[in-house]
């Protein structure tokens, strides 16, 4: 019988011990993110998630677009890159795009202008705004990639003629086409504008939902994304280990 209680009162203490870790955790992450809302004026809701850092001491804190590290009471806070020296590699880098990741399969294709190239067998996603430069560089650069579908997310958040390019190019007869002539030829669309164009307001709002800030990004099928107009042989390189 002795034997007996002694088992269950250690049961008992290990089984205290376990759950005592989250409590412990939530307490300490609880108390950072108030700190930082209060001296920060960082919203509730800007701050994704708390947790601790690869390095002793120190906080992970996610802002969606932003990673910074803080210590355990919200005191000191660091901002930049975290670099594991050892391994050469941007831990905070690696990080964002962990957190960041999409599920592409999920994505609403039907609200993207579609453009096939070759056999198509590869896929990815770009969320473009018809007035940016950049990406105006990467419809160029996509003009060297074969045999890859296109799924572009028209996302006009520079200015009000974005928006009217935007609605002309989904309203076009042969939306790829209209896209193609304007972001490579500088073709202005010349469709009205006044069809359905519920799509694009999604796109702006699923857009927010993922954080995307900048255009052009681009979505690989494994769900990292690419910002910026990347190279033609870094998005090759990118499509190859996303398939």
């Known amino acids: 019988m002795q034997k007996r209680i002694r088992i269950a009162a250690l049961v008992v203490a290990v089984a205290a011990s376990v759950l005592g870790c989250p409590a412990q955790a939530d307490q300490t992450t609880d108390k950072i993110k108030a700190a930082?809302?209060?001296?920060?004026?960082?919203?509730?809701?800007?701050i994704k998630g708390i947790q601790k850092a690869p390095v002793a001491g120190l906080y992970?804190?996610?802002?969606?677009?932003?990673?910074?590290y803080s210590d355990v009471n919200g005191d000191y806070v660091l901002t930049g890159d975290l670099v594991d020296t050892k391994a050469h590699r941007n831990l905070t880098e690696a990080r964002l795009a962990e957190l960041n990741k999409v599920d592409f399969a999920r994505l609403p294709f039907e609200n993207a202008v579609k453009v096939v190239k070759g056999n198509g067998?590869?896929?990815?996603?770009?969320?473009?705004?018809?007035?940016?430069?950049?990406?105006?560089?990467?419809?160029?650069?996509l003009k060297s990639i074969d045999n890859v579908t296109v799924y572009t997310f028209l996302y006009p958040v520079l200015s009000d003629d974005s928006t009217a390019k935007a609605k002309s190019i989904w309203c076009s007869t042969d939306r790829a086409k209209a896209w193609e002539s304007w972001m490579v030829d500088?073709?202005?669309?010349?469709?009205?504008?006044?069809?359905?164009?519920a799509a694009i307001d999604s796109n702006l709002?699923?857009?927010?939902?993922?954080?995307?800030?900048?255009?052009?990004?681009?979505i690989l099928a494994d769900g990292r994304r690419l910002p910026g107009a990347v190279s033609a042989d870094r998005l090759e390189s990118e499509l190859s280990a996303a398939h």
């Open 36 to 46: 930082l809302q209060q001296r920060l004026g960082v919203d509730a809701g800007d």
């Open 60 to 68: 992970e804190v996610n802002l969606g677009t932003q990673i910074i």
């Open 121 to 141: 067998k590869r896929t990815i996603a770009v969320f473009s705004d018809p007035n940016c430069p950049y990406c105006h560089q990467l419809e160029t650069t």
């Open 186 to 197: 500088r073709k202005a669309p010349t469709a009205s504008g006044s069809c359905n164009t």
């Open 205 to 218: 709002k699923l857009g927010a939902k993922m954080n995307v800030t900048g255009t052009p990004t681009v």
